[in-house]
T-cell receptor, first 113, second 110 residues
Framework: GENVEQHPSTLSVQEGDSAVIKCTYSDSASNYFPWYKQELGKGPQLIIDIRSNVGEKKDQRIAVTLNKTAKHFSLHITETQPEDSAVYFCAANIPTSYGKLTFGQGTILTVHP | DADVTQTPRNRITKTGKRIMLECSQTKGHDRMYWYRQDPGLGLRLIYY???????NKGEISDGYSVSRQAQAKFSLSLESAIPNQTALYFCATSELNEQFFGPGTRLTVL
């Protein structure tokens, strides 16, 4: 089955700096890559996703890049703010899994004011 | 009101006890999932259901069972709880790719 590795496990940045979280996946058939943000005491919530026919996608301060050849994808957060502090999960989905997601291990992002 | 609700939100129980965690959704989605979250291990799939008559094991189903009572309700049971089942449990629903998570149940098994 699919395996997703996520790094780093923790990331600490100063407000205004950029943050990058990286994930690799094992199954070349994977074609959907979402990123979820989990705030303290809440369930994860989708913040951005990308499909395998696209190399990059942006939404205001967040962007995701995908390298299908290397089987890795990354989340980029620019101009970080304290409210970006959360746990971030990457995930991957293969078409034959009918919507099942395989998640990475999570990254605890802390943005210091 | 929240689209995906979980009860209870917190539960402390003892080894050997039977526990049921409940999930309800008002989103009208057919697909429902149960995950467990442990520090450093991410979210791991326990069971999933694509409709009321469809139940499937996930990657860590041993020690757990589920019941899909209706489209809107999906329950997770621990028949005989053990300490290494102490974790945060999430229910989720989906229509297509995006999954919508409940607020979680923190379960402690002593």
């Amino acid at each position: 089955g699919e395996n997703v590795e996520q790094h780093p496990s923790t990331l600490s940045v100063q407000e205004g700096d950029s943050a990058v979280i990286k994930c690799t996946y094992s199954d070349s058939a994977s074609n959907y890559f979402p990123w979820y943000k989990q705030e303290l005491g809440k369930g994860p919530q989708l913040i951005i996703d990308i499909r395998s026919n696209v190399g990059e996608k942006k939404d205001q301060r967040i962007a995701v890049t995908l390298n299908k050849t290397a089987k890795h994808f990354s989340l980029h957060i620019t101009e970080t703010q304290p409210e970006d502090s959360a746990v971030y999960f990457c995930a991957a989905n293969i078409p034959t899994s009918y919507g099942k997601l395989t998640f990475g291990q999570g990254t605890i992002l802390t943005v210091h004011p | 009101d929240a689209d995906v609700t979980q009860t209870p939100r917190n539960r402390i129980t003892k080894t050997g006890k039977r526990i049921m965690l409940e999930c309800s959704q008002t989103k009208g989605h057919d697909r429902m999932y149960w995950y467990r979250q442990d520090p450093g291990l991410g979210l791991r799939l326990i069971y999933y259901s694509f409709d009321v008559k469809d139940i499937n094991k996930g990657e860590i189903s041993d020690g757990y069972s589920v019941s899909r009572q209706a489209q809107a309700k999906f329950s997770l049971s621990l028949e005989s709880a053990i300490p290494n089942q102490t974790a945060l449990y999430f229910c989720a629903t989906s229509e297509l790719n995006e999954q919508f998570f409940g607020p979680g149940t923190r379960l402690t098994v002593l």
